[in-house]
């Protein structure tokens, strides 16, 4: 049974800095597209960062880039998203999400049908 647990969410004022993880288990870890999407209430869900299992490339949508890096721990399957200089425009639900025996295709951040596996949630505030 795939599982994927999202953890490390919370509260922070806007300047400040969280760090997300996914454990996953029950699933090859190897050569697949892990992915943090997330969705504000009242907005459409979107994908905010990827990276391939198999060469640590990643992908970030604009408005995070340089604020966020997307991260793995093969040794503990896990997938770290660590949120620097946070904005309001942050809040949101995060999701981690995998798409197995797949390379991570930019469009995936616009596009996650493909993403079989979800985790829970972790609720990410930002204020001002």
């Known amino acids: 049974q795939v599982q994927l647990v999202e953890s490390g969410g919370g509260s922070v004022q806007a300047g400040g800095s969280l760090r997300l993880s996914c454990a996953a288990s029950?699933?090859?870890?190897?050569?697949?597209?892990m992915g943090w999407f997330r969705q504000a209430p009242g907005k459409e869900r979107e994908g905010v960062a990827t990276i391939y299992t198999d060469d640590s490339s990643t992908n970030y949508k604009d408005s995070v880039k340089g604020r966020f890096t997307i991260s793995q721990d093969i040794a503990k399957n896990t997938v770290y998203l660590q949120m620097d200089r946070l904005k309001p425009e942050d809040t949101a639900m995060y999701y981690c999400?995998?798409?197995?025996?797949?390379?991570?295709?930019?469009?995936?951040?616009?596009?996650?049908?493909?993403?079989?596996?979800w985790g829970q949630g972790t609720q990410v505030t930002v204020s001002p």
């Open positions: 999400a995998a798409y197995v025996r797949s390379f991570c295709y930019n469009y995936f951040l616009r596009d996650w049908t493909d993403f079989t596996y």
């Open positions: 029950g699933l090859t870890f190897d050569y697949a597209c």
